[in-house]
């Protein structure tokens, strides 16, 4: 039985010259889960948006939309709110309470439920999740991971049959990632409940789907089960496969398509030599230093534990460096410093270099009634505008558009400060693979142009094809820097797809580039 059906569905925001959604159909079964993808602006969210009733978006539309059977029009509030979760990409805008237990009961005391029962419903939910040790926390003091977990246990705590989340796992760290994501599975596999995710990265979520499909241009593209995808999806669409998958296809493969780090380092293994062990070393050009942070130190209250201790960095002319680390490590906190946004209590930040900051939030750059408003018009600015293929949203409301737009503005927002350090809190979060290169090219170009870029990012795969020297930040320090190669190979965790299916096979390899170049080189067994 379909938990969710659409036929011929069209969507068109208010003044849109086209709609965003136009004659989409799908399907999904009950205890099904799908993933769906598509480039930025595509309608991703404002399809799940229409789907979850309470929160759909104001505009023309037309079409049919059965959930369970009942028709669209038939889908009261209580049924919206009580059946169909959704989890927002920005944990930010789902948390209404001040503490944990608050907020996962905040939802079944809006449904009515008796007292004793919400009791039980917490208090279960809370002991699924792991949650126990934080139950009696503030909300303002979790981390993002504990927070988008949360609000992952505040919407199943309503027991929901179809679950709804957009692209919930962008701000995460890879640890705080995996975590997520197997609660998703758990609650799929062992719940019921039927799963539409919205996602990106298909990495690690691509093993856990039963079908993929690509929003394209405002209807379905592509449809097909995971490991069927290397054949179905279009060539622009191969980016988005996993690294195993890209590699499999990239080389011609024989039999079946891996779809997992494992499956892809058994292929690699069985298909392929390895005589020649390692790939050549990248020789990085001596730079000036244009920024230097001297025995930093950093707390926000004078009772607080500090954020950054001690911390020693220093950045070159023309260098884009990335910065990894978990979630609350202290990444955004060292932009901030740089930016001046900051002032450390102990050590200092030397160089005159002109910066700019690209925030984790770029709702904080824009107040105007839409985004051309508060962008500076010059020829710069209109060549990035083109280059981020921009000129679609320009007139709409910032607030209107989605994550993806969202980041692209802020971008646009940057880039015209025509700054000498571009500072970028997550820049590619919410973005396509092929906006994401796009990106690249153009911190790229700039490179060469002598602007240097530190990007903070939990993205491995961008840090490793975009940045000259990658640092890892824990605790308040910097514990590791290098050269992507060098620093990757020497990671279990904070590293590339890539460089675990080359474990101890290949020497070097962080990028799917790289491993079909060594793997080419070596030949077929």
Same mark, same amino acid.
């Given at each position: 039985?379909?938990?969710?059906?659409?036929?011929?569905?069209?969507?068109?925001?208010?003044?849109?010259?086209?709609?965003?959604?136009?004659?989409?159909?799908?399907?999904?079964?009950?205890?099904?889960?799908?993933?769906?993808?598509?480039?930025?602006?595509?309608?991703?969210?404002?399809?799940?948006?229409?789907?979850?009733?309470?929160?759909?978006?104001?505009?023309?539309?037309?079409?049919?939309?059965?959930?369970?059977?009942?028709?669209?029009?038939?889908?009261?509030?209580?049924?919206?709110?009580?059946?169909?979760?959704?989890?927002?990409?920005?944990?930010?805008?789902?948390?209404?309470?001040?503490?944990?237990?608050?907020?996962?009961?905040?939802?079944?005391?809006?449904?009515?439920?008796?007292?004793?029962?919400?009791?039980?419903?917490?208090?279960?939910?809370?002991?699924?999740?792991?949650?126990?040790?934080?139950?009696?926390?503030?909300?303002?003091?979790?981390?993002?991971?504990?927070?988008?977990?949360?609000?992952?246990?505040?919407?199943?705590?309503?027991?929901?049959?179809?679950?709804?989340?957009?692209?919930?796992?962008?701000?995460?760290?890879?640890?705080?990632?995996?975590?997520?994501?197997?609660?998703?599975?758990?609650?799929?596999?062992?719940?019921?409940?039927?799963?539409?995710?919205?996602?990106?990265?298909?990495?690690?979520?691509?093993?856990?789907?039963?079908?993929?499909?690509?929003?394209?241009?405002?209807?379905?593209?592509?449809?097909?089960?995971?490991?069927?995808?290397?054949?179905?999806?279009?060539?622009?669409?191969?980016?988005?496969?996993?690294?195993?998958?890209?590699?499999?296809?990239?080389?011609?493969?024989?039999?079946?398509?891996?779809?997992?780090?494992?499956?892809?380092?058994?292929?690699?293994?069985?298909?392929?030599?390895?005589?020649?062990?390692?790939? &050549?070393?990248?020789? #990085?050009? $001596? %730079? =000036?230093?244009?920024?230097? +942070?001297?025995? *930093?130190?950093?707390?926000?209250?004078?009772?607080?534990?500090?954020?950054?201790?001690?911390?020693?960095?220093?950045?070159?002319?023309?260098?884009?460096?990335?910065?990894?680390?978990?979630?609350?490590?202290?990444?955004?906190?060292?932009?901030?410093?740089?930016?001046?946004?900051?002032?450390?209590?102990?050590?200092?930040?030397?160089?005159?270099?002109?910066?700019?900051?690209?925030?984790?939030?770029?709702?904080?750059?824009?107040?105007?009634?839409?985004?051309?408003?508060?962008?500076?018009?010059?020829?710069?600015?209109?060549?990035?505008?083109?280059?981020?293929?921009?000129?679609?949203?320009?007139?709409?409301?910032?607030?209107?558009?989605?994550?993806?737009?969202?980041?692209?503005?802020?971008?646009?927002?940057?880039?015209?400060?025509?700054?000498?350090?571009?500072?970028?809190?997550? &820049?590619?979060?919410? #973005?396509? $693979? %092929? =906006?994401?290169?796009?990106? +690249?090219?153009? *911190?790229?170009?700039?490179?060469?142009?002598?602007?240097?870029?530190?990007?903070?990012?939990?993205?491995?795969?961008?840090?490793?094809?975009?940045?000259?020297?990658?640092?890892?930040?824990?605790?308040?320090?910097?514990?590791?820097?290098?050269?992507?190669?060098?620093?990757?190979?020497?990671?279990?965790?904070?590293?590339?797809?890539?460089?675990?299916?080359?474990?101890?096979?290949?020497?070097?390899?962080?990028?799917?580039?790289?491993?079909?170049?060594?793997?080419?080189?070596?030949?077929?067994?």
């Amino acid at each position: 039985m379909a938990q969710l059906e659409i036929r011929n569905l069209t969507f068109k925001y208010p003044g849109a010259g086209k709609p965003v959604l136009d004659n989409l159909s799908l399907s999904v079964r009950a205890g099904e889960f799908v993933v769906l993808t598509g480039r930025t602006g595509s309608g991703k969210t404002t399809l799940l948006k229409i789907i979850k009733k309470d929160i759909a978006p104001y505009g023309e539309l037309s079409g049919e939309i059965l959930y369970a059977g009942i028709p669209y029009r038939e889908i009261d509030g209580r049924m919206s709110a009580g059946e169909i979760g959704y989890v927002f990409q920005n944990p930010e805008n789902q948390i209404v309470s001040d503490h944990v237990w608050s907020e996962l009961a905040f939802g079944l005391e809006n449904l009515g439920l008796p007292d004793d029962l919400i009791r039980r419903r917490v208090g279960e939910t809370a002991n699924f999740f792991g949650i126990n040790n934080w139950f009696f926390r503030k909300t303002a003091e979790l981390s993002s991971g504990e927070t988008q977990l949360l609000c992952l246990a505040s919407v199943i705590a309503m027991r929901p049959r179809l679950l709804l989340l957009d692209e919930p796992m962008a701000r995460l760290d890879p640890t705080a990632r995996e975590r997520f994501l197997s609660f998703l599975i758990k609650i799929n596999q062992e719940l019921g409940i039927t799963v539409l995710l919205v996602e990106h990265q298909l990495e690690d979520v691509l093993a856990a789907a039963d079908r993929v499909m690509v929003l394209e241009s405002g209807t379905i593209a592509a449809s097909a089960a995971p490991r069927a995808a290397a054949v179905a999806f279009s060539e622009d669409w191969v980016g988005t496969l996993p690294a195993a998958m890209r590699f499999f296809r990239a080389t011609g493969g024989v039999g079946d398509c891996p779809i997992s780090v494992k499956e892809g380092r058994d292929y690699l293994r069985r298909h392929f030599r390895n005589d020649i062990f390692k790939l &050549p070393p990248v020789d #990085l050009a $001596e %730079k =000036e230093e244009v920024i230097a +942070a001297k025995d *930093l130190w950093f707390r926000y209250r004078r009772r607080d534990e500090d954020v950054i201790r001690g911390l020693r960095f220093s950045i070159k002319k023309g260098e884009i460096v990335a910065v990894l680390g978990g979630n609350g490590s202290g990444k955004t906190t060292l932009l901030k410093i740089i930016a001046g946004v900051y002032q450390p209590y102990r050590g200092k930040v030397a160089g005159k270099a002109k910066t700019a900051l690209l925030p984790q939030n770029p709702e904080d750059l824009f107040l105007g009634p839409t985004v051309a408003d508060d962008l500076k018009e010059t020829e710069e600015s209109r060549k990035w505008i083109r280059e981020l293929s921009a000129e679609q949203f320009l007139s709409r409301n910032f607030y209107d558009l989605s994550g993806g737009e969202k980041q692209k503005a802020g971008l646009l927002r940057v880039l015209g400060t025509a700054a000498d350090v571009l500072l970028l809190d997550e &820049p590619t979060k919410g #973005l396509d $693979e %092929k =906006e994401k290169r796009d990106i +690249a090219g153009i *911190l790229k170009s700039l490179r060469n142009k002598g602007v240097t870029s530190v990007v903070v990012t939990h993205d491995a795969e961008f840090a490793a094809e975009v940045s000259d020297r990658c640092a890892l930040l824990f605790a308040g320090e910097i514990v590791a820097a290098g050269a992507p190669r060098e620093f990757f190979s020497g990671n279990c965790f904070y590293t590339t797809a890539s460089a675990r299916i080359a474990q101890d096979y290949y020497q070097g390899v962080v990028t799917v580039g790289e491993l079909v170049m060594l793997a080419r080189e070596n030949g077929a067994k």
